[in-house]
């Protein structure tokens, strides 16, 4: 099973993170399959846009740590960060078309940074973005305090960072994290749409 699907609907690349077993935690594949269908984006003038959306009940819960094992040390966190999740972070702002987010259940960790990457975004109301990274003693990767802080100010962007919860669909509307705030069975259509 592909663990990034692509697919063109009328000038629009659909891109669905596609590991539903796992809440499309990020793993290896994930990771090349974005780049990959970045760079067919970026390759087909007769893409518009581009939608991304998670398979299953959940946007993407973040890294998969089974990645890391158990002998992840800070100095090989930091590494994979900067050569893995900040290069495709770039390619998020670097795409010359929009983006737009259809945040399906929950975003999560790095699933955060990808949503928050994105021009627009189109939550339901059991939608939600979490900033977990306190929770296991870690700041934000994938570029995650700098886009928080673009969309929200920096204090309330600190508040949120190290809260440690969950932030549902109805508070990110309020807070502008999302520009649309849906039912749930209308993200994806509403994102297509736009």
């Given at each position: 099973m592909e663990s990034v699907l692509y697919k063109i609907e009328d000038g629009i690349a659909i891109v669905t993170l596609n590991r539903p077993e796992r809440y499309n935690a990020v793993?290896?594949?994930i990771i090349d399959g974005l780049n990959n269908a970045f760079d067919k984006a970026s390759k087909?003038?007769?893409i518009k846009c581009m939608v991304i959306s998670g398979s299953g009940r959940g946007f993407c819960a973040g890294?998969?740590?089974?990645?890391?094992?158990?002998?992840l040390t800070p100095e090989k966190r930091s590494n994979y960060i900067i050569?893995?999740?900040?290069?495709l972070i770039n390619k998020f702002t670097q795409l010359n078309i929009p983006?737009?987010?259809a945040i399906n259940g929950s975003a999560a960790g790095v699933g955060a940074s990808f949503a928050l990457a994105c021009d627009f975004r189109?939550?339901?109301?059991?939608s939600s973005i979490y900033f977990a990274f306190i929770n296991i003693a870690i700041g934000p990767d994938g570029?995650?305090?700098w886009l928080l802080a673009r969309q929200v100010g920096y204090s309330k962007a600190l508040e949120i960072a190290t809260s440690g919860k969950k932030i549902n669909g109805e508070d990110c509307h309020k807070l502008g994290l999302t520009n649309k705030l849906v039912e749930d069975d209308k993200i994806l259509e509403e994102a297509i749409n736009w």
């Open positions: 793993n290896e594949d087909d003038d007769n890294a998969d740590m089974t990645l890391f094992g158990e002998d050569e893995t999740y900040q290069p983006i737009i987010g189109v939550m339901g109301h059991s570029g995650g305090s």
